[in-house]
C-alpha cells in the first residue's frame, strides 16, 4: 500500500518490483530520492531521473572541488541506501566568460573521473551539454541549441511538405494543425531560454545610460523563419516565388518573433501568477545588495506577558519572515537585537518565560547559519525609530496570534 499525503492506494503483494509503466514507479522514486534533492535545496535539483549539481564560485577549480565533494557524497549516500547511479552517464560543463578553454576535471576517485563537455577531435558542432532537451554551451549564447531544434524541425517541416503536392494530399487544415502541433514546438523549445527580446535597457554608462539597445537575435531568429517559412509551403500547394508574406497568412501560422514573443509574454504571465512562496520566485525577485526595506510587521501578545517575551517573539517572528524572503544561495543573514538577555537565551540555553519562541529559534539558526548581533537601542540607529513606532502600534492593537503567543507568561 502507498500512502501520499490523504491519498492511499489498495493494499497488493509486490513480489518483485511494479509492472512495467505502472503510475506508482514515478511517484516511489521521486519519494525514495527526496531525501537526496533535500539535502542542498539551492545548489541541487532534478527532474524524473536525472539530476544537477550546480556550484559558483571565483575559479573553475574551486568549482570543481565543490562538484567533486558534492558527487563523492551522493556516492556515499547511495551506497547506504542502495541506489546504484551511472557513472558512465556523468557530465560536467564549466560556464564562464572567459575565452580561454581551461577545463578542470572531477578527480572522484580512483576509477571515476568526470571530464568536462569540450569539442571533440574533427567535431564541428559547439560543445554543449544537453539538459532536458536544451543544449547549454560555454558561455550561454545558445547557439548549438538553435541549431539544433531547427534541424530537427525542418525535417519534421519537410516530411510534412512531402505528403501533399499541388493536385493530391490531405486537407490544408489538416496540414495546418500537424505544422502547429509538430513543427512549431520542435523549433522553439527552451525559447524561454534564450529569447529575451530583440532591444533590451543598456547597462553600459556614458552615451548608452538609459538606452534601448539591440540583444542581437536577427541571425537566431532568421534561421527559424527560414522553417517556418518551409513549413508554409507544406500547408498550401503555392509556387516557390510566392512572397512569404502571403504564406504566412494564407497558412495562418506567426513569424518566428511573433512566435517568440508569444512564449515570452506567456512566461512573464506564468511568473506572475505563482505564489510568492514558489522557489521560481524567490530566486527571481532576490533582493540587491545594500540597505532596503523589504518588509515589516507588528502585532501583540498576552497582556500579562513581559517586554521580554515580547522581544523573544519579536525576534522570533522577524526571522520567520526573513527566511520566506526571497534571497541567494550565498545570502548571509543577521538577527539584530537590542536586548543582551534575549540574545543570550537565543545562543544558549532557553528560559523558561516562551520556551516555545527560544526553541524555535534555536532551530531555525541551526539550519540557517543566520548570525546574531546586539545593536544600539537608542534613538539614530537606522530603522530603529520605526521598528519602535511599529512596537508600539503593535502593542496597542487587539490582534494576538493565536497559539502560544496569546498564552500570558508563567513566573514561578
Known sequence: MVRLEDAYTDESRVQCGTPQGSPLSPVLYMLYLAELLNQDQALRFGYADDIALYRIGNTLEENVTAITQDV????????????????????????????????PEAVISPTLTIQPTTSAP???????????????????????????????????????????????????????????????????????????????????????RGTMVSTRMGSRIAKADKVINLATKGVLPVWRTTPI???????????????????????????????????????????????????????????????????????????????TLPSNADTQRWLCIDSTSVIWCKLANASDTSQWAFLESHRLIDRHAVNIRWFPGHQGITGNEAADSLADAGAKSDIVDPGPTAQPTISV
Open 122 to 208: 574533427g567535431d564541428t558542432k559547439q560543445p554543449a551539454l544537453r539538459w532536458l532537451g536544451v543544449w547549454l554551451d560555454r558561455k550561454l549564447t545558445f547557439k548549438r541549441h538553435i541549431a539544433e531544434r531547427v534541424e530537427k524541425a525542418r525535417k519534421v517541416a519537410l516530411h510534412i511538405k512531402h505528403l501533399a503536392n499541388t493536385v493530391h494530399g490531405p486537407p490544408a487544415a489538416s496540414l495546418r494543425k500537424a505544422t502547429i502541433t509538430c513543427v512549431m514546438p520542435s523549433l522553439l523549445y527552451g525559447a524561454e531560454a534564450w529569447y529575451p527580446e530583440r532591444t533590451r535597457l543598456s547597462t553600459g554608462g556614458g552615451h548608452l
Open 245 to 323: 508574406v502571403a504564406n504566412l497568412r494564407d497558412a495562418g501560422l506567426p513569424p518566428c518573433e511573433v512566435a517568440l514573443e508569444h512564449i515570452r509574454i506567456n512566461m512573464a504571465l506564468r511568473l506572475r501568477r505563482l505564489d510568492v512562496r514558489h522557489p521560481l520566485t524567490m530566486r527571481l525577485t532576490a533582493p540587491a545588495t545594500g540597505q532596503a526595506l523589504v518588509a515589516t510587521g507588528k502585532g501583540a501578545i498576552n497582556t500579562l506577558s513581559h517586554v521580554f517575551d515580547a522581544e523573544a517573539i519579536g525576534a522570533l517572528k522577524g526571522l520567520q519572515k526573513a527566511l
Open 72 to 103: 563523492r557524497r551522493i556516492e556515499a549516500w547511495g551506497l547506504a541506501n542502495k541506489v546504484a547511479f551511472a557513472p558512465e552517464k556523468l557530465e560536467m560543463m564549466h560556464f564562464t566568460r572567459r575565452r580561454h578553454a581551461h577545463a
